[in-house]
């Protein structure tokens, strides 16, 4: 599975974005997708993730009610779209992959995909 995100940038605070992944994979409709976002000299932290039919969706406690995950599995790709950004939202954020996504898991260790990472940087 090879992941492409795309739509990072430059946002003031209380700003939008959408942030999308493309997968190559041609059973998407089977891979669980997953946002994490990390910050310089910080791990790798869980932002959100959607299960492989879109049924179920988890997110951070962080970012709950201003981001929401989604997935167009005719597309083959899934979206994070982020509302009323705040300064700490600034981070590279990855899209990561997992085959048999029937459960949203919220450590990487359970995502053998992942993509380049694009970064968001929100001012205030």
């Known amino acids: 599975v090879q992941l492409q995100a795309s739509g990072g940038g430059s946002v003031q605070a209380g700003g939008s974005l959408r942030l999308s992944c493309a997968a190559s994979?041609?059973?998407?409709?089977?891979?669980?997708m997953a946002w994490f976002r990390q910050t310089p000299g910080m791990e790798r932290e869980f932002v959100a993730g959607?299960?492989?039919?879109?049924?179920?969706?988890n997110y951070a406690d962080s970012v709950k009610g201003r981001f929401t995950i989604s997935r167009d599995n005719a597309k083959s790709t899934v979206y994070l779209q982020m509302n009323s950004l705040k300064p700490e939202d600034t981070a590279v954020y990855y899209c990561?992959?997992?085959?048999?996504?029937?459960?949203?898991?919220?450590?990487?260790?359970?995502?053998?995909?992942w993509g380049q990472g694009t970064l968001v940087t929100v001012s205030s």
């Open positions: 990561a992959a997992r085959l048999g996504g029937t459960i949203v898991y919220g450590t990487e260790k359970y995502y053998a995909y």
């Open positions: 994979a041609r059973t998407f409709s089977r891979v669980g």
């Open positions: 959607i299960t492989s039919s879109g049924g179920s969706t």
